[in-house]
């Protein structure tokens, strides 16, 4: 028998994930992962809920749930990176860095500690061997995989890891937990920042970054057309929140962020979605992370996503070093943004990738 420990966040998705390998015969124990303190009291922080919704599915299940408290190590590994890359202007995922460090890393060791052979989540995404190698697959749900926050799991961590509902369509997840009579069989999908929640992200941001008021310029001719609160809560491609009002002799169509310059303190916008600055042929990617342990070959043609939710978009790595790539792309990409993370693929298996520069 198999002991796996899941780690139940409170959502159905993990619920599921537990109820499948009960089923399937392993001793399966839930592990409830607090990451956040400071201020749960708030309406924005739902982790004494996601506790209480966890431990009633546990219930259900017949499983055990064990509580653990990795704030410290979420503050230090996580949070801190964070807000130091929003300082530098540029505009993290705090996704990936919560897999990488959290769920796969310290939540990981502390289920082996435990005895576990394997740990499991709740994340739409796959795992295959292959020719002696692990491979990080994308979900039979396209619109729900999550490979794309997965991208720096290495082939330690993927020997000990199942996702069992990576599968499966969200709906039979649902279905699936509303005949097992699971309480949080209809709870919403959570949102908002990795074990931080969803809330006023300009807000938030200020307890921890002061802010830095600056001059808001239109790019194609350096006018002065608003004004800014902080480079830091601003990121690239982004529409709503800037304040800019009517232009005179501009055109009636929306503001995009352009540009920003740390040095001047200046907030470069655009307007139009289509707008020659809001697009890129390649970038430059570092702290690379390669899922079999070796980088992929240059000049093929791959699949890349520079977002979460956007399509995938055919490319090929121009140049590579141990460090750094360089990826161009066939046709020309939106808003591609320094801190967030390139991902590439190869059909439905995830390569790995890097952190934009």
Request: charged residues 25%.
């Amino acid at each position: 028998m198999t002991k796996v420990i899941v780690g139940m966040s409170g959502g159905v998705d993990s619920a599921v994930a537990a109820l499948l390998l009960k089923r399937q015969g392993h001793e399966v124990i839930g592990l409830f992962m607090k990451n956040w303190e400071g201020d749960d009291t708030d309406d924005y922080c739902s982790s004494r809920q996601d506790l209480v919704d966890a431990a009633a599915a546990a219930d259900v299940i017949g499983i055990e749930l064990e509580v653990v408290n990795f704030a410290a190590a979420y503050r230090e590994r996580v949070f801190a990176e964070f807000l130091t890359e929003y300082q530098a202007g540029r505009t993290p995922n705090p996704d990936v860095l919560c897999n990488s460090e959290i769920k796969f890393k310290a939540f990981l060791d502390h289920a082996m500690r435990l005895g576990a052979d394997k740990i499991a989540t709740g994340h739409y995404a796959q795992v295959r061997e292959f020719l002696g190698a692990f491979q990080l697959m994308k979900a039979e749900d396209g619109t729900k995989d999550q490979s794309y926050f997965l991208y720096r799991l290495n082939q330690a961590q993927l020997a000990r890891t199942l996702f069992p509902v990576g599968g499966l369509y969200k709906r039979e997840v649902r279905k699936i937990a509303q005949a097992a009579g699971l309480p949080n069989c209809a709870k919403k999908d959570s949102t908002g920042i990795c074990f931080i929640g969803e809330r006023p992200f300009r807000e938030f941001l200020a307890r921890y970054l002061p802010k830095q008021p600056g001059e808001i310029r239109r790019l194609d001719d350096d006018r002065v057309i608003g004004r800014h609160e902080g480079l830091a809560y601003y990121t690239l491609g982004q529409r709503e929140g800037l304040g800019i009002g009517g232009v005179k002799g501009a055109a009636e169509e929306p503001w995009f962020v352009a540009a920003k310059d740390m040095a001047t303190n200046v907030l470069y916008a655009v307007q139009g979605h289509g707008h020659p600055a809001l697009l890129s042929e390649r970038l430059t990617a570092g702290q690379l992370s390669w899922v079999s342990g070796l980088p992929p070959h240059p000049h093929w043609v791959y699949a890349a996503k520079t977002r979460y939710r956007m399509p995938d978009a055919a490319c090929a790595i121009e140049t590579l070093a141990d460090d750094q790539c360089e990826i161009a792309f066939a046709a020309p990409q939106w808003a591609v943004t320094p801190g967030q993370s390139v991902v590439l693929y190869e059909s439905q298996v995830c390569l790995g990738g890097g952190v934009i520069l």
